[in-house]
């Protein structure tokens, strides 16, 4: 029995080391992960501060390093990721409720879902040059913010249409059953209980691909070129750049100090990006305190 | 189409009901009829049915992939399962509450008001929140905080919302499926008590579990049983008191009596 008792004991032993040991490699995951990008910050930021000024924003392009600046790039992408939105959230959002409420479960839906999800590992290069046969091209839209935004949209909608898909399928089934128990249809079962209890993650969702779309660079090459844009696009007709355009000029001259103003450039696109996501992490949680008070 | 259709004695009749979940038959040839403004109880051992039959009373079974239903359930003179009948105004005048209370995650007021507003009520919304509320003996502990989630409320009190919610459309019937075996005593009690009171109102067909309850809150118990192939079937329905007392079934006998369960 004595015996017996110190085998369990020293089993205990091993199965604790080994618990401290996969602690210790999650551990230097985090590190490794979190510690890289506090380089990529830190570099960035030393190298931009200087750099990162007032006139940055306001000026337009220009071949001397002090006059110059992105406003025609920061206006080019707010533009593009306000079309992006327009256009991928309503056909992303209403693809994930088809195909999560509607559309029987057969193997044509299962082809469909498969291609989605391997519709988001696609580069993103691809995209751009389709967008450029059928949007730039085939519809006459010419290099517009019009032909970058619907290039975008097709980029983020698998993103958006997973995300929003996980998020309809975690309502409750109960919160539906209720519902159609009240003499509901269909649609307002979606409409008035399941669209708002997955509004979080589609936000969620809305937002991953967002983030996407303002880093993308190449796409928006093969769609607007590298330019040298010297006015703020006023309509979706118009001509544009963005900001990691903006600076992918930057970086490729020869003198340092466009280097710095790539910097800065980088500082600012990382500016727009998370205020983006604190407006929908706001949105969201307004919401969620909403439903539970 | 028979005599006690209508405003007549019986609300709701099935007849040679059959339900399948893809190549399962989970129910056998029921044939019952639910008596007006009377609270029947149906009970029965685990798996036998109870709530498949329930759920054939409000057309819910549609929303399940597989299953398929056959025979006749008169409610009034309708058929429910003919084509013509539209189940989401089935489900407008036969209301259900589930065995877990499941309140949206609104307000109060707007758990209440689901109903009314899918269905295009057009008296005064507000007034027939509070007349839902009072039905289902929970005004004077919400009316301060309607606008307050409803999940911020008790299990026991959380059911007796979803029960408000349901009468809030006026239904004919309500359907509850195990609405107290989520709920400690005491909410269970208060629970009971509301069904004896709405049964003036409303008709009402409860499953349970819980044989005192059925016998406490029932005017009529039915007890279904499950067969060798795992098959639902009635075997008696009858006054709660003779069901209880003298059943005609020696099975029925052996259920109440807890020789098998």
């Known amino acids: ?182 003499g509901a249809t269909e649609w307002q079962v979606v409409s008035g209980v399941v669209l708002p209890s997955a509004l979080p993650g589609i936000l969620t969702g809305v937002i991953l691909g967002m983030s996407r779309a303002i880093g993308e660079a190449a796409p928006m090459l093969v769609i607007s070129g590298l330019l040298f844009v010297t006015f703020i696009p006023t309509s979706p007709m118009d001509k544009f750049t963005v900001l990691p355009l903006q600076i992918f000029n930057w970086v490729s001259r020869p003198q340092d100090e466009f280097q710095g103003l790539a910097a800065g450039g980088i500082m600012l696109l990382l500016a727009v990006l998370l205020s983006m996501n604190a407006i929908a992490v706001y949105v969201r949680n307004r919401r969620q305190v909403k439903s539970d008070e | 189409m028979n005599d006690d259709s209508a405003n007549g004695k019986y609300v709701l009749d099935a007849q040679g009901l059959h339900v399948w979940y893809g190549d399962f038959l989970a129910l056998r040839d029921v044939n019952l009829k639910i008596e007006r403004k009377k609270v029947t109880a149906l009970i029965g051992p685990s798996g036998c049915g109870k709530s498949t039959l329930l759920r054939c009373f409000n057309r819910m079974n549609d929303l399940i992939a597989g299953a398929r239903v056959e025979g006749k359930i008169h409610f009034n003179q309708d058929d ?125 067909v409860i499953v349970t579990h819980n044989m005192q309850q059925a016998a406490r809150v029932s005017d009529e118990t039915a007890f279904l049983m499950v067969d060798e192939n795992r098959s639902g079937y009635l075997v008696e329905r009858g006054e709660t008191n003779q069901i209880f007392t003298e059943p005609k079934d020696e099975r029925t006998e052996a259920y109440i009596t807890g020789r098998f369960s």
């Open chain 2, 80 to 204: 429910l399962n003919s084509n013509d009948v539209d189940p989401t105004e089935i489900r407008s005048r036969i209301g259900m509450v589930f065995q877990k209370p499941n309140p949206f995650p609104k307000s109060i007021y707007d758990n209440v008001a689901f109903g009314l507003r899918i269905n295009g009520y057009s008296g005064n919304v507000e007034e027939a929140v509070e007349r839902s509320l009072r039905g289902a003996a929970l005004w004077d502990e919400v009316k301060d905080r309607l606008n307050k989630g409803a999940q911020t409320l008790s299990g026991g009190q959380q059911q007796r919302l979803c029960i408000a919610r349901a009468l809030a459309v006026e239904p004919e019937v309500i359907l509850m499926d195990e609405p107290a075996s989520a709920l400690d005593p005491v909410a269970t009690l208060a629970i009971e008590e509301l069904i004896r009171e709405l049964a003036n109102q409303v008709t009402i």
């Open chain 1, 1 to 182: 029995m004595a015996q017996k008792y110190a085998v369990f004991k020293r089993r205990k032993e091993a199965r604790k080391l080994l618990g401290s040991a996969v602690y210790v490699v999650f551990l230097v995951a985090v590190l490794v992960s979190v510690m890289g990008l506090a380089v990529l910050l830190i570099d960035i930021i030393t190298g931009g501060l200087p750099w990162f000024s007032w006139s940055l924003i306001t000026n337009y392009p220009s071949r001397h390093p002090e006059q110059a600046g992105l406003w025609p790039a920061l206006i080019g992408t707010l533009w593009l990721m306000g079309l992006t939105a327009a256009f991928s959230v309503p056909v992303g959002v209403g693809a994930a409720i088809y195909l999560e409420e509607y559309a029987a479960k057969n193997r044509l839906t299962a082809l469909i879902e498969v291609n989605i999800a391997n519709l988001a590992g696609v580069p993103s290069v691809v995209y751009g040059l389709l967008g450029a046969a059928l949007f730039v091209q085939w519809m006459a839209l010419e290099r517009s913010v019009l032909a970058g935004a619907l290039t975008m949209s097709l980029l983020i909608l698998p993103i958006v249409i997973l995300a929003s898909r996980e998020a309809i399928r975690a309502v409750p089934r109960a919160y539906r059953e209720a519902a159609f128990a009240l």
